[in-house]
Structures are given as C-alpha cells and as structure tokens.
Nanobody, 125 residues
Framework: QLHLVESGGGSVQAGGSLTLSCKAS??????????MGWFRQAPGKEREGVAA???????RYVDSVKGRFTISQDNAKKTLSLQMNSLKPEDTAMYYC?????????????????WGQGTQVTVSS
C-alpha cells in the first residue's frame, strides 16, 4: 500500500514557476522500486500524462511540457517533484501524483493504481 500526498500547487502568472512535491508513505518498499509520475486534468478534458520516471531513473514528458518541466525523485525523502518553468495558461489543471509497480506498459491513467488527492495549478495570462 502506498499513500501519496501532493503539495506546491497555486496561482501564478504566465511565465512563472512552481514546484510540485509528492510525499510517498506507508510502503515497505523504497520509492525507487516504483514507476511514478504526474498526470493532470483540466476542466472538460481527459486526464493526460505530464511526466513520468521509472525505477531506472528514465524520464518521459508529454510534448507540450518538454524543456519546461523536470521530474525528479529523492529516494531518501521518498519525495517526487515536478519543477515547472515558463508556465502557460494551458498548464492550468489539477495535477495528480501517481505510482505503480514497474514496468508500466502504457502511459495511461488505468496503469497506475496509486493516486494522490491532487493539487491545483492555475496560470493566468
């Protein structure tokens, strides 16, 4: 069982930065054993994968955030982070931290069993 708690969301103007954090707890395994990532959902839209990291430290990003967002994890602190720079209004969404046992075969919401409660990011123009 893995419990995920996000923090760091908020409101920012376009061009600004935010860092999301996800604290993982209640697992007998270190978080580096899990495939983790971030999904987001904007009003009226489907959830989409934003960034992901696997147990080997390999990362992937949706095209719209490449070069602007960076995913990382601190295994000692059991924390997953998402550094978001050059934010745009279209980045406005609820952001969710996710995790599951590796490998994750398809980068889709149904592949991840553990979800945080979400943290809101709002970017104004």
């Amino acid at each position: 069982q893995l419990h995920l708690v996000e923090s760091g969301g908020g409101s920012v103007q376009a061009g600004g930065s935010l860092t999301l954090s996800c604290k993982a707890s209640a697992s007998e395994y270190p978080i580096e054993n899990y495939c983790m990532g971030w999904f987001r959902q904007a009003p009226g839209k489907e959830r989409e994968g934003v960034a992901a990291i696997d147990s080997d430290g390999n990362t992937r990003y949706v095209d719209s955030v490449k070069g602007r967002f960076t995913i990382s994890q601190d295994n000692a602190k059991k924390t997953l982070s998402l550094q978001m720079n050059s934010l745009k209004p279209e980045d406005t969404a609820m952001y969710y931290c996710v995790a599951d046992s590796c490998p994750v075969l398809d980068w889709a919401p149904y592949e991840y069993i553990y979800w945080g409660q979400g943290t809101q990011v709002t970017v104004s123009s």
